[in-house]
C-alpha cells in the first residue's frame, strides 16, 4: 500500500512540474502578444472581454471532469489574470468599501492579480473610469428580488462610459459576530437596507425584537462590529473574512436563488463574443403607443428582450427614457435592422455598450 502511495505521489509530483513548465510558457506567450500590441498600435488595448469569454467557455465546453466544468473556467480565469498582469497591471475600481459584494463580483470577473480600488460611490466609479485613473469600474445594477439599481441607471445618462462585460454573482448573507459580541445581550443588527430588505424572513423569525439598523454597506456593518459589544451584522463572505468575524448562521437570504447582476464599464467598445448582449437607452416623443411601437421591431427581427426598465428623463417633467436590454451585438445583422427601425420611427438610440453574457 506504502509502495502505491508513493507512486501516486511521485506520479502527481510530475505533473505539477509539467503544469508549472506550461504555466510559464503560458506567460511568456502573453508577454510576446504584449510586445506585438506595442508593435502595432501605439495605444493598444491589453484587455479583450470577448476574447476572454471566449477561451472561458471553450473551457468549460470541452472540460471531461472529474473537475466541475464552472470551478475549472475559475481556475483557468485565475491564470488569465495573473498573465494580463504580465502584459499590464490592472487597475479596477469598485463600489466600496473593502469586503463588498461588488468588490467580489470584480475578483470574479478579472481575478486576484487585478488591483482593485474601493470608492465611495457609483458616480465616482464611473469618474475614475472616465479620468483614465482606473482602466475599469464593476457596478451593481440590479437584484434578483429587489430590483434595479436606479443610481447606475441614472449616472449611464450623463456618462460616455462603455458596458464592456457583465457579472453575476450568487448572494449568501451571514450573520456575523465580533470578538467582543456578547450574543445574548444583542440589540441591533446592522446591514445594508437591501441586504435587510432579502433577509426580513429570517429576522421576523429568529430575532423579531432586535433593532434592525440600515448602514451605507454590508462591510461597514462588519466593520462595526470590531468596537460593539451587544450588535451583530448581516454580510458575505469577503467581509467576514476582512474582518475576522464569526458566522452566526449561514445563508439566512430569504431566497436561496438571490443573484445580483453587475456590470463592467470602460472606455472601449468590444467585439462580438458569439455570446452577447447589448444595452441601449431609447427616448421618443411622448404619444399614445410608443412603448408598443417601440418594443415591436424587437419581436418581428425575433430578437429576445432581456430587461426594460423606464427612468425620468431629467430634462422635462413626465419625460422617460427607456432602458433596454437585450441578446445579441449591436453588429449582428438582425439588431441592425431593430435599430435602424427604431430610428426611422423617430425615436433617439444611444448605445451603453455590447459585451459578452456573463460566463462564470
Known amino acids: 500500500m506504502t509502495d502505491s502511495l508513493d507512486s501516486l ?19 511568456e506567450l502573453a508577454h510576446a502578444v504584449a510586445d506585438v500590441k506595442r508593435r502595432e498600435d501605439s495605444n493598444p488595448v491589453f484587455y479583450r472581454p470577448e476574447r476572454e469569454a471566449q477561451v472561458l467557455q471553450r473551457i468549460k465546453e470541452r472540460n471531461q471532469g472529474p473537475i466541475d466544468g464552472e470551478a475549472m473556467a475559475r481556475l483557468f480565469r485565475e491564470v488569465m489574470s495573473i498573465c494580463l498582469a504580465l502584459e499590464q497591471p490592472m487597475r479596477v475600481a469598485f463600489l466600496g468599501p473593502e469586503g463588498t459584494f461588488t468588490q467580489q463580483a470584480a475578483i470574479k470577473h478579472f481575478g486576484h492579480a487585478v488591483e482593485s480600488v474601493p470608492l465611495g460611490a457609483i458616480d465616482e466609479v ?3 473610469v472616465e479620468a483614465g485613473a482606473a482602466h475599469y469600474g464593476v457596478v451593481p445594477v440590479e437584484n434578483s428580488t429587489e430590483g434595479m439599481v436606479s443610481h ?10 462603455k458596458i464592456c462585460g457583465e457579472v453575476e454573482l450568487r448572494i449568501h448573507h451571514h450573520l456575523l459576530a465580533g470578538p467582543h459580541t456578547r450574543r445574548d445581550k444583542v440589540t441591533r443588527v446592522y446591514s445594508h437596507q437591501q441586504t435587510l430588505a432579502q433577509c426580513r424572513q ?11 439598523i440600515p448602514v451605507s454597506s454590508n462591510a ?5 462590529l470590531r468596537d460593539e459589544w451587544n450588535a451583530l451584522a448581516i454580510a458575505g463572505d469577503m467581509a467576514a473574512e476582512l474582518y475576522s468575524l464569526e458566522r452566526v448562521q449561514s445563508n439566512i437570504e430569504d431566497r436561496p436563488d438571490n443573484t445580483t447582476r453587475f456590470l463592467v464599464i470602460g472606455r472601449q467598445d468590444t467585439p462580438p463574443s458569439g455570446r452577447d448582449k447589448t444595452s441601449m437607452l431609447v427616448t421618443g416623443k411622448n404619444r399614445p403607443g ?7 421591431p424587437f419581436r418581428e427581427q425575433g430578437v429576445n428582450l432581456t430587461r426594460l426598465e423606464s427612468r425620468p428623463s431629467r430634462t422635462a417633467n413626465w419625460s422617460y427614457v427607456f432602458f433596454i436590454d437585450c441578446e445579441g451585438h449591436k453588429e449582428d445583422p438582425l439588431l441592425k435592422d431593430v435599430l435602424a427601425k427604431l430610428e426611422g420611427d423617430g425615436n433617439t438610440i444611444r448605445i451603453l ?7 462564470l
Open 126 to 128: 464611473f469618474r475614475e
Open 202 to 212: 429570517w429576522l421576523d423569525a429568529h430575532l423579531p425584537t432586535v433593532e434592525r
Open 9 to 27: 505521489r511521485d506520479q502527481i509530483d510530475a505533473l505539477d512540474q509539467q503544469l508549472q513548465t506550461l504555466l510559464n510558457r503560458r506567460a
Open 353 to 359: 455598450g455590447s459585451y459578452p453574457k456573463a460566463v
Open 290 to 296: 410608443l412603448l408598443s411601437d417601440m418594443l415591436l
Open 152 to 161: 447606475t441607471l441614472d449616472t449611464f445618462m450623463s456618462s460616455s462610459l
Open 220 to 224: 461597514e456593518a462588519a466593520r462595526r
